[in-house]
């Protein structure tokens, strides 16, 4: 028997603020996409208020240069090539044991389930690229979620929140910068090098500052009341720049929102089956699709990942079986002598499936083997039209 006192975490101390809902707090549910320096602080800032339910996203290792802006990592996380994700949730959980941090070592488009998203009630953005802003913004938009996003650089750190209907990152974009990302969205394998590409020079300061107060908006969002006024102000449609240089904070009106922006697509009916998860094998979930949706035939829309099974060196013209979602070629290629040395010298063609359905060759590898992550959500084209179902049997996996 423990000899633990038992408590509830912020028990005096939350319970004074007039605005804090303690019950609220416990029960929320926050995506943190990124886990570098500002990930870190917003993973602290949200143990420590006490989040009920959080999920970490980053697919880096810890480097020795990440442990100057880093607080949740150690030297010994490096040495051992940790992932960050891992070490962040881990961390989390030892700074408040009452909350549930669940890592994901993967991509944030292709490698997470979109009822991740769904379900949260705020996704803060801790990234370092336009073309993963641009990814987490598509999926904000689709889910009607709310998102924050935050950049740093030396002392200066910028933090702006976008939300469907009032303001959007892919509207804000200048010509040359969406020309920019649609260069490197061709394969999920470039989007993943190019999302972890370059290292920008900052410092503990600009981090702790940054992350704190993306944590203090992802409050304000989690407290808002539909039917109330609320006794704080949002950065909704706007952004604040802080300035360590000379000590100064600005905020600017972002309020853009285009009417025929393809971010703006949003998936408004979505069929929830306990039945299904990432854990069963294509046939077996091509059958209870059928099922489901009561229809002859089904076919899944690999949207964000399509699987590669063969890739083909042009000189040597040589075969190399692969089978794996083309989010994950880079690390297969990566991982293999020879086809790491071929890949400086000649071009590989990808042989892939983009639409999975009873011809499928590969009927025994599960959805997750194929590039459908836990929770994900199927778009599947049947005889009675297009569906949206959801993986739900995943759900006790992430809370």
Not at 96 to 104: E, G, R, S
Not at 285 to 295: D, G, M, Q, T
């Amino acid at each position: 028997m423990s000899n633990k006192p038992t408590y509830e975490w912020g028990e005096g101390v939350y319970t004074l603020l007039s605005w804090f809902k303690q019950d609220r707090v416990k029960n929320a549910r926050v995506v943190v996409a990124g886990a570098g320096a500002l990930g870190n602080e917003v993973v602290k800032g949200l143990a420590l208020f006490g989040v009920g339910h959080i999920t970490v996203v980053d697919f880096d290792r810890i480097e020795l240069s990440n442990l100057t802006r880093s607080v949740l990592f150690r030297e010994q996380d490096a040495y051992d090539r940790k992932y960050k994700a891992e070490v962040v949730a881990s961390r989390a959980m030892e700074i408040n044991p009452q909350i549930h941090v669940v890592p994901i070592v993967g991509n944030l488009f292709s490698e997470v389930g979109f009822g991740v998203y769904r379900r949260a009630d705020v996704v803060i953005g801790c990234l370092d690229s336009r073309l993963a802003r641009y990814q987490l913004n598509r999926l904000c938009m689709r889910a009607g979620k709310s998102w924050i996003d935050g950049s740093i650089e030396n002392l200066t750190g910028v933090i702006r929140v976008f939300s469907p209907g009032l303001s959007c990152y892919e509207c804000g974009l200048s010509r040359q910068e969406f020309n920019n990302i649609m260069l490197r969205t061709g394969c999920a394998d470039v989007a993943h090098r190019q999302t972890s590409a370059g290292r920008v020079a900052t410092t503990p300061v600009s981090a702790s500052i940054i992350g704190a107060m993306q944590v203090q908006e992802a409050m304000k969002i989690i407290h808002r009341e539909e039917a109330q006024s609320a006794p704080f102000k949002t950065l909704e449609g706007r952004m604040l720049r802080y300035e360590g240089m000379t000590c100064g904070i600005s905020t600017y009106r972002i309020a853009s929102w285009k009417r025929n922006c393809p971010a703006h697509e949003r998936w408004d009916i979505i069929l929830p089956c306990r039945d299904l998860s990432s854990s069963l094998s294509v046939s077996q979930a091509l059958s209870i699709l059928k099922k489901e949706l009561k229809v002859r035939a089904v076919e899944i829309n690999m949207r964000n990942n399509k699987f590669v099974d063969v890739i083909m060196s042009d000189h040597p013209e040589k075969e190399f079986r692969v089978m794996v979602p083309e989010s994950r070629l880079d690390a297969v290629i990566e991982a293999d002598r020879e086809m790491r040395l071929l890949s400086y010298k000649t071009l590989f063609h990808k042989h892939f499936y983009e639409n999975i359905d009873k011809d499928f060759p590969y009927q025994d590898l599960t959805l997750a083997e194929i590039g459908l992550p836990a929770l994900d959500v199927l778009q599947v084209s049947t005889d009675r039209g297009m569906f949206y179902v959801e993986l739900s049997g995943d759900e006790p996996l992430f809370y």
